[in-house]
């Protein structure tokens, strides 16, 4: 076994980029890709293309892998199972958290050493100073090989829970999804006013947004603080207000011919939040809202 060689399983895009990064260090690499042809430009670029997975996961001490999807690894991994004793297991395949617990589970049960992680990058922003990655369960593998896993961006360790890496990056695409759900609901309605234009609004929709996410790091102290131990809210608002707010967005984009569903459903949560009996809007009661915990 090479300790020096980083082992790399799947050459999708993302899986092509961590192993050109990982070249461009000067690393030692080993690939492996279902479809052989992905693994030519590496190939030619010094990297050793490995017969099988379980040739792969031999090579060396550190393997990562990414793929489509969990189902993807277990078909993969499954059959060289037996090579995975002794080795750092760095899963980078987007899942749930609940699937990074089990597969964490099954890796242990083969003897490997495993640590689950997420990119928050694109392919193209691997090994910038833009990526990061974030990482949980066994520390002692981020320990033993993070200047390996600084080539391809900040990591940030989470804690020993293997689900946390999972939770979190999915909580991220998430927000990402909603804001761009939101970017293109307010494109929509610009467009539909005479002489808007998705051009126009997007300069001052990025500064507003910009300078909205500022009351995050507030927002998120008042939510920690009202779960830690009920302390009440300071950033509220009334519910008669964003309840007429929203109505308004609700008709504007009525009149517009712009789908409603995203507004129709924060004015069902403002509705139920009212016939619980509140009277204000918060960060923490709209937590509570969403994780459909008792709002009285």
């Known amino acids: 076994m090479a300790d020096g060689t980083v082992s790399v399983i799947g050459l999708g895009a993302m899986g092509g980029a961590l192993a050109a990064a990982l070249l461009d260090a000067g690393l030692e690499v080993t690939v492996w890709n279902r479809t052989r042809s992905r693994a030519d430009a ?12 379980a040739a792969a996961v031999g090579a060396g001490r550190l393997v990562l ?3 489509l999807d969990y189902d993807s690894v277990h078909e993969v991994l499954d059959p060289a199972a037996g090579a995975l004793r002794g080795r750092a297991l760095v899963n980078l395949t987007n899942g749930t958290p609940g699937q990074a617990a089990e597969f964490a589970a099954w890796a242990a049960g083969h003897g490997a ?21 974030f990482y949980s369960g066994d520390e002692g593998v981020l320990t033993e090989h993070r200047a390996v896993l600084e080539v391809l961006g900040t990591p940030h360790y989470l804690g020993a829970g293997p689900g946390l890496a999972a939770g979190y990056d999915l909580a991220l695409l998430t927000a990402m999804d909603m804001m761009f759900d939101g970017f293109h609901h307010a494109v929509a309605l610009a467009v539909a006013q005479e002489g808007g234009s998705a051009t126009g609004l997007t300069g001052h929709l990025v500064s507003w947004l910009t300078n909205m996410t500022r009351v995050m790091p507030a927002f ?23 309840r007429a707010a929203t109505l308004n967005k609700i008709l504007t984009a009525r009149e517009a011919g712009v789908s409603t569903g995203l507004l129709e459903g924060t004015a069902g949560e403002l509705e139920a939040m009212a016939a619980a ?12 809202r969403i994780r459909s915990e008792p709002l009285a």
Not at 122 to 130: L, R
Not at 220 to 228: F, N, Q, V
Not at 277 to 286: E, K, V
């Open 113 to 133: 050493d495993y640590l689950d992680g997420g990119i928050m990058a694109i392919p193209s922003t691997v090994a910038t100073e833009e990526s990061f990655l």
């Open 65 to 67: 892998v990414c793929l």
């Open 277 to 288: 009996g509140h009277r204000d809007w918060s960060s923490p009661l709209a937590i509570r």
């Open 42 to 53: 590496l190939a030619e670029r010094g990297a050793v293309v490995a017969p099988s997975p």
């Open 220 to 242: 998120a102290a008042e939510i920690d603080a009202h779960r830690a131990d009920g302390t009440a809210p300071v950033l509220t608002q009334t519910l008669d207000l964003q």
